[in-house]
């Protein structure tokens, strides 16, 4: 997958920028002013082999076999790691059974990320912000990175403390977003995290997000519901979330749209 991603962000401004899709997050996104050190693609299921193929001779009309059946293969991986950890969570509410319509109701989005060394200037001590601090909105995000560390978090009762994640070699990283925080009536908690770019060495990142389906509903189920736990979060449709969150970008966007 590093190789794969190294020829794709090789590639020439005007080629990466041919890649435009309409929904948040998912086209080209290239060294724009608030991070210019960051670069990402954002791609709907290429665990579907005709997606994986459309996006690589968009890329490389001529083709580019190797990098197709890396982004096929590490996405195939990852949805199925994405599955099992949901359905663990499912199993530990005691609500296996939901686990079909879960899938039923989910898709994916697989995004590929590169970070520049920061400019010599800025290179000092507090790094510079490579990604900004934010919660995933989907429910469960896998991420994988190169052995360049740059991942930060607030944990769960740490008001502003930052904390620098050190990730081991062939380890994923897996992220609740605000769907699931939401679904799960505020058991689990959608981290706020960031990349902070600090040394001489690219970093390199990639990660499934399941999101769900457009139309789908956020609703606490009833199971979740009791006098320790009295209900947090209305229903709500997830894209209208989304639309929410991309026009009124804020902190506390889940509270603000959602909360009781
Ligand atoms: O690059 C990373 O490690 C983090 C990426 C991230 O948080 C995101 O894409 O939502
Ligand atoms: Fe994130």
Known sequence: MLVAMRSLFDLPDETKSRYQNPKPYRSYNGKCSVVPLHESFGIDDPHRLSTARDFTHLMWPHGNPSFCEALHTASSNMLELSSLI?????????????????????STVFRLMKYLVPPPF???????????????????????????????????????????????EDAFIVIVGDSLKAWS???????????VMRGN?????????????EGAMIRVPTELIDTDHPLRYRPFKFSDYMSYYVSNIRDDALEVYASI
């Open 86 to 106: 949901m359905r663990m969570i499912l199993e530990s509410f005691g609500m296996g059974a939901e686990f079909q319509s879960h899938i039923h109701e989910s």
């Open 201 to 213: 060495r690219e970093r390199y990142s990639w990660g499934l997000f399941s999101i769900p389906k």
């Open 122 to 168: 800025q290179n000092t001590g507090g790094g510079t912000l490579g990604m900004v601090a934010h919660t995933d909105k989907n429910d469960i995000t896998i991420l994988c990175q190169n052995d360049v560390q740059g991942l930060e978090f607030i944990p769960r009762d740490a008001q502003d403390k930052w904390v620098r994640v050190r990730v081991p």
């Open 185 to 195: 009536n505020g058991r689990l908690h959608a981290v706020k995290h960031r990349v």
